[in-house]
């Protein structure tokens, strides 16, 4: 049974994509014969299959640092822009998901598939027992009551369980922290069309996930394939409360005073409008205490967000519904719920993974204060996710959904975010200041010589000035890193380039595995 508090379709942000949420879709899609799962995963296969359902086209990450009151510096390669690669061409290519097309096509598929669907529905108690949960609520004034055998809490920031079991915040002991102003737009011009004359990349700059870095913060501009754009400022503490200062009456005003700080952007922007009001949220951030427990667990939104900044919430939600999964398939059959040991599991696995999250984003934010330290510390999260998404196609293992996000529990890339945090605080001393061009280049060295053990994708090389394709001949030439042969990779590269079946995850389980029954009863069923 699926309850929702509003209706379908409806308006939401958490919109780009990237290599691993792909990679899990495709799991997803093949081991329990979801084909729209499978078909959703490639920007070719999405088109061909859904063209009705809006989507971008996402190549990759593009960066660039702007300055207050100067236009975007096209100092050729030498410019403060950076731009990687997620794919090698745009069939296979990421996208951004126009979440009203695409939640709503989700929810339609489990309607299709038997789900019993429920909108318009306000939760207002949940009663966890030793064997089964009930939960309270209204529909449409009516009150009700149902009894499962478990319950999924995937109202993201809405926090239905943490209410209901109080569950203490955890947020104290995090360290990103940021205010957002957002909307969508039409008639945002393109940046190869603002700043003429960039050297060629990758891609073209604008099919990404395009990030502005500014003294307040950054902002993420996502295109569509139709031209509408998500836009939205993330403002660290420390630059909304500059902008207070010289009095920003409301979102839209917010706005309109960060673009026109920033000529490029003011350009970029000067003939959009919003499709729907521009609105601002004072703090993104939020975090539990607990992720799971006898008879119910989180989705990863409802336990923790970040941040926007490299785009961890739809992989991490969807290596979730892996491990959720896997979890439901190796249940008693006495219980037909996950087992104690797998959500304990599945709750520690979480609360590391928030946590490595949150240090490599804070660790990006304080590297904002210059666009090297800021280029040196993303080739953490590139590494981390390259090597990733390379040793997973290559070498699929059932077991992969369960290896820790962001290069937790991996012993070179485990305890690297919390040492950049650490090493980046040296040089900005914790407000901005940008170090001198040594300590940049020292910190740029050591990260490089970090992700060594991991970097098959050519990262962090100066030769490449900031641009970095998906690289097939490094991969090659370092086999040794994903402990394999040369011979071996060779053979599984195809599964790497599209060329190749999709690597087979499969289970005796396959498409008939029960799902657990929700059964309902109280004087008003749904
Ligand atoms: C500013 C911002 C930008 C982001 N950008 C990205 C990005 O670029 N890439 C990325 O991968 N991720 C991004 N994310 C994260 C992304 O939004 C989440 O990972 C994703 O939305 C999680 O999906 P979900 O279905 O678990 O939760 P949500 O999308 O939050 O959905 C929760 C649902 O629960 C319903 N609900 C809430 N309370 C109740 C209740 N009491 N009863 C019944 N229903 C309820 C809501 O109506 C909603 O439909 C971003 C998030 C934010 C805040």
């Known amino acids: 049974m699926l309850l929702e508090r509003g209706t379908h379709p409806r308006f939401a942000i958490g919109e780009s994509s990237t290599p691993l949420a792909n990679l899990s879709l495709e799991h997803l899609g093949i081991r329990y014969g979801l084909a729209d799962c499978y078909n959703l995963a490639t920007h070719g296969r999405w088109l061909a299959h859904f063209p009705e359902i809006r989507r971008g086209l996402k190549r990759g990450f593009t960066y660039y640092r ?174 909304a409360a500059a902008l207070n200062s010289s009095g920003a009456a409301d979102p839209a005003s917010l706005w309109r005073q960060l673009i026109q700080r920033y000529p490029t952007l003011a350009s970029a922007f000067a003939e959009a409008t919003p499709l729907i009001p521009i609105a601002f949220r004072p703090l993104i951030q939020h975090r539990l205490t607990r992720a799971a427990g006898e008879r119910w667990a989180m989705m990863p939104h409802a336990y923790a967000f970040v941040d926007p900044l490299f785009s961890t919430g739809i992989a991490w939600g969807l290596r979730a519904v892996e491990r959720l999964a896997l979890a439901f398939e190796s249940a008693a059959p006495s219980r037909r719920v996950p087992d104690p040991d797998a959500l304990t599991r599945y709750d520690t696995a979480l609360a590391a993974e928030a946590d490595q999250i949150d240090r490599v984003v804070a660790g990006a934010y304080e590297a904002m204060a210059h666009f090297d330290l800021f280029a040196a510390q993303a080739m953490l999260y590139f590494a981390a996710v390259s090597f990733a998404e390379a040793s997973q196609r290559l070498a699929p293992k059932e077991s992969a959904a369960w290896n820790g996000f962001l290069g937790v529990g991996d012993p070179v890339l485990g305890p690297l975010p919390g040492e950049t945090l650490r090493r980046l605080r040296q040089i900005t001393q ?27 994708a050519g990262l962090a090389d100066l030769a490449r000035r900031n641009l970095y394709p998906v690289d097939f001949d490094v991969l090659i030439e370092r086999h040794a890193l994903l402990g394999m042969s040369r011979d071996q990779l060779l053979e599984g590269l195809p599964a790497l380039r599209g060329m190749g079946p999709p690597a087979q995850i499969t289970s005796s389980r396959q498409r008939d595995f029960p799902l657990p029954s929700a059964e309902l009863f109280g004087s008003d069923r749904l």
Do not use: C
């Open 430 to 456: 914790r407000r901005g200041e940008v170090g001198t061009a040594e300590e940049r280049r020292g910190f740029a060295e050591w990260i490089s010589q970090a992700i060594a053990p991991r970097n098959i």
């Open 66 to 239: 702007h300055h207050p009151d100067q236009p975007f510096a096209n100092r050729g390669l030498d410019s403060e822009r950076l731009l990687v690669a997620a794919s090698p061409h745009d069939s296979l290519s990421d996208t951004h998901w126009l979440r009203a097309d695409v939640d709503h096509h989700f929810v339609r598929e489990a309607i299709a598939v038997g789900v019993d669907y429920r909108d318009q529905v306000e939760l207002t108690g949940a009663d966890i027992a030793a064997d089964s949960v009930r939960v309270s609520g209204t529909r449409k004034g009516s009150a009700f009551e149902l009894s499962a055998n478990f319950v999924i809490d995937a109202s993201g920031p809405g926090g239905f369980l943490a209410r209901q079991l109080s569950i203490p915040s955890g947020l104290e002991q995090t360290e990103t922290r940021a205010a957002i102003v957002f909307s969508h737009f039409d008639g945002v011009r393109l940046m190869k069309d603002v700043v003429p004359g960039m050297p060629a990349g990758p891609y073209p700059d604008d099919w990404a996930a395009v990030h502005h870095v500014i003294d307040e913060g950054w902002m993420y501009s996502l295109r569509f394939d139709d031209g509408v754009t998500s836009a939205g400022f993330q403002l660290t503490p420390r630059g």
